[in-house]
């Protein structure tokens, strides 16, 4: 494993991207999902199954994880920019990319992937999937980017009982991995310096790469290279409807696994041999 730091420039701000590499062989970039808690080390487990084939790599995207977390108004252009200088610079020969969650509207960005791969996909942050209206959403981003305000409301969003419903609700289906010491250290991921302002603009929609179902799944259908959807049998109806739109598209070759909106984590270990033939170039439908 070699860790290492990508300094990325965007506006006025430089940023370290914290990143990893496993095994050898063609080269595959594992994007995490955007969440609050979100971290590269979700993907540990799908990243060392496959590194045994692959030249693995991962990283936390710029306000999340352990790379740089500056005051910044995020926002889609932040991603896709960072994302697209990070291959153009780390990668000089044709790359498959896995990408969980939200992370799969800005991997369609690019059409420079040679496979993509996407787990759980959605577009939606979490309270425009409730419903909670735009000008709403705006209020409460607003209010978490306030200086005192906006920390004790972070606070309490991130309080280790709270996580841990979160958890149980929607992203994990076997409630007992929910250990006091995996919640306590996905607590210590949102307490960095600067942790509150990237997830509040993800929970808000503030980094939904789409406004329309239409729109993402346009993008998906014109996609020129091979894609498989991998869809979470347990996944909460709303997003699992989402995901099966885009396993219907007739371009999409679709897998549906156990698991809900974390199954990357939770069951890497049973997807990447799904994945695996898929990403070596068998593009049999399952």
């Given at each position: 494993?070699?860790?290492?730091i990508?300094?990325?420039?965007?506006?006025?701000?430089?940023?370290?991207?914290?990143t990893?590499?496993f095994?050898?062989?063609p080269s595959?970039?594992?994007?995490?999902?955007?969440?609050?808690?979100?971290?590269?080390?979700?993907?540990?487990t799908?990243?060392?199954?496959?590194?045994?084939?692959?030249?693995?790599?991962?990283?936390d995207?710029?306000?999340?994880?352990?790379?740089?977390r500056?005051?910044?108004?995020?926002?889609?252009?932040?991603?896709?920019?960072?994302?697209?200088?990070?291959?153009?610079?780390?990668?000089?020969?044709?790359?498959?990319v896995?990408?969980?969650?939200?992370?799969?509207?800005?991997?369609?960005?690019?059409?420079?992937?040679?496979?993509?791969?996407?787990?759980?996909?959605?577009w939606?942050?979490?309270?425009?999937?409730?419903?909670?209206?735009?000008?709403?959403?705006?209020g409460i981003?607003?209010?978490?980017?306030?200086?005192?305000?906006?920390?004790?409301?972070?606070?309490?969003?991130?309080?280790?009982?709270?996580?841990?419903?979160?958890?149980?609700?929607?992203v994990?289906?076997?409630?007992?991995?929910l250990?006091?010491?995996?919640?306590?250290?996905?607590?210590?991921?949102?307490?960095?310096?600067?942790?509150?302002?990237?997830?509040?603009?993800?929970?808000?929609?503030?980094?939904?790469?789409?406004?329309e179902?239409?729109?993402?799944?346009?993008?998906?259908?014109?996609?020129p290279?091979?894609?498989?959807?991998?869809?979470g049998?347990?996944?909460?109806?709303?997003?699992?409807?989402?995901?099966?739109?885009?396993?219907k598209?007739?371009?999409?070759?679709?897998?549906?696994?156990?698991?809900?909106?974390g199954m990357?984590?939770?069951?890497?270990?049973?997807?990447?041999?799904?994945?695996?033939p898929?990403?070596?170039?068998?593009?049999?439908?399952?």
């Amino acid at each position: 494993m070699q860790l290492d730091i990508y300094t990325w420039q965007w506006q006025n701000h430089t940023l370290n991207i914290a990143t990893e590499t496993f095994g050898s062989g063609p080269s595959v970039l594992l994007l995490p999902a955007f969440s609050t808690v979100s971290t590269r080390a979700e993907l540990a487990t799908l990243a060392q199954a496959l590194a045994s084939h692959f030249q693995v790599t991962l990283l936390d995207w710029p306000g999340f994880g352990d790379s740089d977390r500056p005051a910044l108004p995020y926002q889609p252009d932040v991603y896709r920019q960072f994302l697209k200088a990070f291959v153009k610079d780390t990668f000089p020969q044709e790359v498959a990319v896995v990408a969980a969650g939200h992370a799969a509207g800005y991997a369609l960005t690019l059409q420079s992937w040679s496979r993509m791969v996407l787990i759980a996909p959605t577009w939606r942050g979490p309270l425009a999937v409730m419903g909670a209206p735009v000008a709403m959403r705006r209020g409460i981003r607003q209010l978490v980017s306030a200086p005192v305000v906006g920390s004790a409301l972070y606070g309490l969003n991130t309080r280790p009982g709270f996580l841990k419903w979160m958890y149980r609700r929607h992203v994990f289906v076997d409630e007992t991995q929910l250990t006091s010491d995996y919640i306590a250290k996905r607590y210590q991921n949102t307490q960095q310096p600067g942790a509150r302002y990237a997830p509040a603009a993800f929970v808000t929609g503030g980094l939904d790469p789409v406004d329309e179902r239409e729109e993402f799944l346009a993008g998906l259908a014109q996609q020129p290279e091979p894609v498989m959807v991998i869809v979470g049998e347990q996944a909460p109806p709303r997003s699992k409807a989402e995901m099966e739109a885009m396993a219907k598209l007739p371009n999409i070759q679709a897998a549906y696994l156990p698991g809900s909106l974390g199954m990357a984590e939770e069951f890497g270990d049973a997807i990447a041999p799904v994945i695996l033939p898929f990403l070596q170039g068998n593009t049999t439908p399952i």
